[in-house]
């Protein structure tokens, strides 16, 4: 059964009232049978500032309200991700750049809470399943005459990479455990 709650955009910790929000997240974890597993996160209330991070998923899909607050960094600036009514944006994932050998490269960004606003945003992750192995595919490298530019690996350690780096954050950022671990080059 759904769980549905009340909030509101209040810049206030505690229970409010206004906008429903409905949490189906324990609902819709699964794998399809081809070994593509589907995550829907459901909605989140922003509180406070989040680090600058790449999505160690395959693609993630992000319905933001007003408020905005979704940043990308492209040559060293942040840009914003201005919401448009009815718009859905696609985050390539780090799987992806790995597959299509840095073709498709993972973006970062970080999300703020606007000033004075709460953020609403509804994310959902596509990932393979932990137990596939991921590699540059032949599209990408062979068939093009170039070189892998990662090793083969499985995606549940790359997950558990993922998860030490989150469980015991490195000091600096740029020390954190990424795809660049399985990187050839």
Not at 111 to 134: A, H, I, Q
Not at 154 to 183: C, W
């Amino acid at each position: 059964m759904a769980r549905i709650t009340s909030s509101t955009s209040s810049d206030e910790d505690g229970p409010s009232v206004g906008i429903p929000v409905v949490d189906l997240s324990p609902f819709f974890a699964f794998n399809t049978g081809t070994g593509i597993s589907w995550l829907l996160a459901g909605i989140s209330r922003q509180r406070r500032r989040k680090t600058a991070h790449q999505d160690g998923n395959s693609l993630t899909f992000v319905i933001q309200d007003d408020a905005g607050g979704l940043e990308v960094c492209k040559n060293g600036e942040w840009i914003p991700a201005t919401p448009t009514p009815g718009a859905i944006i696609v985050n390539v994932g780090e799987t992806i750049q790995v597959l299509t050998n840095d073709k498709l490269k993972s973006a970062m960004h970080r999300v703020t809470r606007p000033k004075g606003r709460s953020r609403y945003s509804y994310s959902f992750f596509y990932s393979v399943s932990p137990e596939k192995w991921v590699e540059p595919l032949p599209e990408f490298t062979e068939q093009l005459g170039e070189l892998p530019k990662y090793r083969k690996f499985q995606f549940g350690e790359y997950l558990q990479l993922i998860k030490k780096d989150v469980t015991n954050p490195p000091q600096r950022p740029e020390d954190a455990l990424r795809v660049a671990h399985y990187s050839i080059e």
